[in-house]
């Protein structure tokens, strides 16, 4: 294979060549050239061609070959496009001085589209898709300690000659502080995020420190750390607003709560531990249910069941229920229980492993007359069901038969037609869930209900029709 650059058929040096189905990238050598060994009737699918980190920048090249080597080889020689470079330098808007160390980026198609700007605030970035009838991509700089801004630059700055772009960023505000627990000791590697105009997410260094800069004025701010596990504890979240930022906030600091992460198993009394795909979560005891305030169920077949952070404090009951392996039918559940007292000498994460021993019946009544039904989980086991009567607020007569209903959960809107009179059964593991609802052009509304472990429950749902 043979790169050269079209306008002067030179080669084209350090390319990185991806041509499918050979497993690995190659290089082209000072000759623009490369071989690459594949048996006869092999077929080729799709080359893709980029630049590597040398001098020779080009627009990105890819197309599709869908052909078989024959038994005398094949020579390819691909011609690619040096694109248009765009200088430019990065000045402070209110001194002129040089900014070093801004993130330029172009969000359009080029060879190199990401640069640093140097010590006197220049930069270059080359291979730039951009021809006679085509707009130049805009261009975001980034800097820690200046506000962010985006500029759209003209054809005539990338044409041959032109004089560098300038780009003025504003100084922006700035936020530091530290995050420290109950005892004042810092709390390293925790995860920091602010709010304000947009959402910035950063880490405390070995001292609990943070800093954040290029804030805009205008702002209003919020620092938010979040509930989280770290290396060896875990800590319970905290937030601080800051109103509008018009002036820097210095030494703030952060207190969060030690707490503990509890990593729970279920197992059968042989010492069979069950696996994520054999049993939904369940409906632990209202302790737990109460005084948690973080959980992460694993899906996947990890026999972790269930993972946890809680406060430090009295003793917290758990009862776990799921299905036994390869059993079905209402009686086919086994429950377990347990407790632990999560105490500040406790290592975190902290693991409970839960027999299942006692056997839990789950029966759920037939459905309502008419009623429309809905998986919320789909293919997990739905053995648990919630009935909602749904109810026009205003003039208090069913639904059923009025139209649409869009039922919204984890963000997936589904159209369900709700017939006479009115009833609506979802599916689902026992669990505490919410949900969204529409009725026609009316106002989209919240609704929480708990499928309780026996596997049923029922409520009446009132829903305004009207914007």
Not at 107 to 117: A, F, K
Not at 145 to 174: C, M, Q
Not at 409 to 433: D, F, I, N, Q, T
Request: aromatic share 4%; with cysteine; proline share 9%.
């Amino acid at each position: 294979m043979r790169v050269r650059f079209a306008d002067t058929n030179t080669p084209v040096r350090g390319a990185a060549v991806a041509l499918a189905p050979a497993p690995e990238n190659l290089r082209t050598d000072e000759r623009g050239e490369l071989e690459l060994r594949l048996p006869i009737g092999a077929r080729l699918e799709v080359l893709k061609v980029r630049p590597g980190e040398g001098p020779d920048v080009f627009v990105p090249h890819e197309h599709n070959i869908d052909e078989p080597i024959p038994a005398a080889g094949s020579l390819f020689e691909v011609q690619v496009d040096r694109g248009r470079s765009l200088r430019g330098v990065v000045l402070e808007q209110a001194t002129g001085r040089s900014i070093e160390g801004a993130r330029v980026t172009c969000s359009g198609l080029g060879g190199r589209t990401e640069t640093t700007t140097l010590a006197d605030g220049t930069f270059e970035l080359a291979g730039l898709h951009a021809g006679r009838w085509t707009t130049p991509e805009p261009v975001a700089v980034l800097h820690p300690l200046f506000i962010p801004t985006a500029v759209h630059p003209a054809s005539s700055d990338l044409a041959p000659g032109a004089p560098p772009l300038r780009i003025l960023l504003r100084s922006g505000l700035r936020v530091t502080g530290r995050i420290v627990d109950g005892e004042r000791a810092p709390v390293a590697g925790a995860i920091l995020v602010l709010s304000a105009g947009d959402h910035r997410q950063l880490l405390s260094d070995e001292q609990g420190r943070f800093e954040i800069g290029g804030l805009d004025p205008t702002d209003q701010g919020t620092l938010t750390v979040p509930i989280q596990a770290l290396a060896e504890r875990a800590i319970l979240g905290t937030k601080r607003e800051l109103g509008a930022l018009v002036a820097d906030r210095l030494d703030l600091e952060l207190e969060v709560r030690a707490a503990l992460q509890l990593q729970i198993f279920a197992e059968l009394p042989d010492g069979t531990q069950l696996r994520r795909s054999q049993f939904d979560l369940d409906c632990p005891a209202g302790a737990l249910e109460e005084r948690s305030v973080w959980s992460q169920v694993r899906y996947s077949n990890d026999p972790l069941f269930e993972e946890r952070i809680v406060p430090l404090g009295p003793a917290i009951e758990l009862e776990v229920f799921a299905r036994a392996p390869g059993a079905d039918g209402p009686e086919s559940f086994l429950r377990g229980k347990a407790s632990v007292r999560p105490e500040p000498g406790l290592a975190s994460p902290h693991a409970i492993h839960v027999v299942l021993t006692e056997p839990h019946r789950v029966e759920i009544p037939p459905a309502p007359p008419n009623a429309e039904e809905h998986e919320l989980v789909h293919g997990g086991l739905l053995y648990g069901a919630f009935d909602a009567q749904l109810i026009d607020a205003d003039s208090g007569t069913p639904l059923g038969g009025r139209g649409l209903v869009t039922l919204s959960y984890l963000g997936e809107p589904v159209p369900v037609h709700v017939r006479e009179p009115g009833w609506l059964r979802l599916r689902a593991a026992p669990g505490k869930y919410n949900v969204m609802l529409q009725h026609g052009k009316g106002p989209l509304e919240a609704f929480r209900f708990t499928i309780p472990p026996s596997g049923h429950a029922q409520a009446e749902w009132r829903l305004r029709t009207k914007p």
